[in-house]
C-alpha cells in the first residue's frame, strides 16, 4: 500500500472520531503550550540578565573589600555540640596602594578606584538624598558601558562638574533636570554636563564626579581609602586569568591568606555565567512539570488508539482479506496516532506563543520591577512540534501493533 493512500485511511479515521479525537488532543495542546509560555520566559529571563549584567562589559574585572567564608560545624540535638553553618565577612577599606598593585600587572587598559556614599542634594527649594560616586575621570569613560543620552562624560581635569543618571534627570525632583543646569551638593554648587541613558540599575539614580570632589563632600571617606576598584582587560579572553593573577597579588601585598583573606575579585563574566545557570536550571524545572501534562494527552493518544482498533476491527480483517499486509495496517494507525500529536502541537505552539505575548504586559502591570521579556526561539517550535508528534507515534506504537496482528478471520468475525 503506497504512503499516500495511508495517510488518507489514517486522516480519515482521525476526522470520523471527532469529539474523541479532539479531547486527546486537548490534553497535547496544553501541555505544548505550556511548555513553549514557561520556556520562552526562561529563554527572556536569560536575555535580561545579559542586557543587564552583560552590559557591564564582559572584559570587566571588580575588587571589593570584604569576603565571604562559611564556617561549618554540627549542632547536636538541644542546641548542644559545635556551631551551625554560618556565613562571615570580614572587611577592610582598600587603598590607593592596592590600586598601584593592581596597574602593575600587565594586560589592564584601566584602573578605575572607586569612592561612594550618600549626599544630600538641593534643587528649588526641594531635598534629596542621593547617592554619589567619584570616579577616576580618565578611566571612568573608558570603563562605563552605560551610554550617554545627552552630554558629555566627566573629562580629566573637570571641577565642579556631574553627570547623573536618568530617573534622577526625570523623576527625583518635581522639575525635571536638564543640561548645564546648577545643582546644589553638600552646599557645593555643581553643573550638570551629562545624563545617561537608562541602565534598569542603581546607575539611574546616582551622581558621578570627579573622586578627589566626591572626597571633598562625602563623610567618612580618607584621602587614601577607596570603596571598590574597577578594571577593564585588554584582551576578554583573559578575564579569568586576569582575575586570578589580581587576586593573587592583593593576598601577598595585603599580607592576608585564604582565611583572613578581607577582599573579593570578581568578574562580570563569572556573574552572568553564575546567573544564566540558575535561571537555565530553574526553566529546566518548570518545563519538566509542564511535560506532566503531555504525559497525560500521550495516555489520552493510547487510549483513543485502542479505541479505534477495537471500532475498525472489521475494516481491518477486510484490508487483510483483500491483501493488505501487516506492515500497512501498522503504517495507517501510526500515521493517525502522529496526526493527533501533529494537529495537538500545532495548536499547542499557536497557544504557547500567544499566551509568552501577554505574559511581558501581564507581569509588569502586577507590580514593579522592570520590564518583563519573552523570546520563542525558532528552535524552540520545531522541538515542541517534534516531542508532540514522537510522543503520539509512541503512545500509538501499542495499538498499531496490536491492529497489525489481528488475523483476518477472527477480525472479520469480530462484532
Known sequence: MKFQKSFKLALNILLHSKLRSWLTIIGIVIGVAAIVAIVSIGKGAQLNVQERLG????????????????????????????????????????????????????????????????????????????????????????????????????????TNVIVIGSRLAKSTFKQQLVLNRDITIEGKLFKIVGILK?????????????????????????????????IKVSDANFVDDKTAEIDSRLTMSRHVTNKTKDFSVTSSKATLERIEGVTQTFTIFLGAIAAVSLLVGAVGIANTMFTSVLEKTKEIGIMKAIGARNADIMTIFLLNSALVGFVGGVLGILLGSLISSFLPKLLTSLGPGGSVKTVVPMSLLVEALSLSIGIGMISGAIPAYRASKLKPVDALRYE
Open 55 to 158: 552590559g557591564l562589559g564582559a572584559d570587566l574585572i571588580t575588587v571589593s573589600p570584604g569576603f565571604q567564608r562559611a564556617s561549618g560545624g554540627f549542632r547536636g540535638f538541644g542546641g548542644g555540640g559545635g556551631g551551625s553553618d554560618a556565613v562571615k565577612t570580614t572587611a577592610k577599606n582598600l587603598t590607593n596602594m592596592d590600586i598601584q598593585v593592581i596597574k602593575s600587572i600587565e594586560g589592564l587598559s584601566f584602573v578605575n578606584g572607586i569612592v561612594s556614599g550618600k549626599a544630600d542634594v538641593s534643587y528649588l527649594a526641594e531635598t534629596a538624598s542621593i547617592s554619589v560616586q567619584g570616579v577616576d575621570t580618565l578611566a571612568w569613560r573608558n570603563i562605563v558601558t552605560t551610554d550617554i543620552d545627552s552630554g558629555r562624560y566627566l573629562n580629566p581635569g573637570d
Open 198 to 230: 537608562e541602565a534598569g540599575g542603581g546607575d539611574d539614580n546616582r551622581i558621578v564626579m570627579p573622586i578627589e570632589q566626591a572626597r571633598g563632600i562625602l563623610e567618612n571617606v580618607g584621602r587614601e581609602k577607596v570603596d571598590s576598584v574597577t
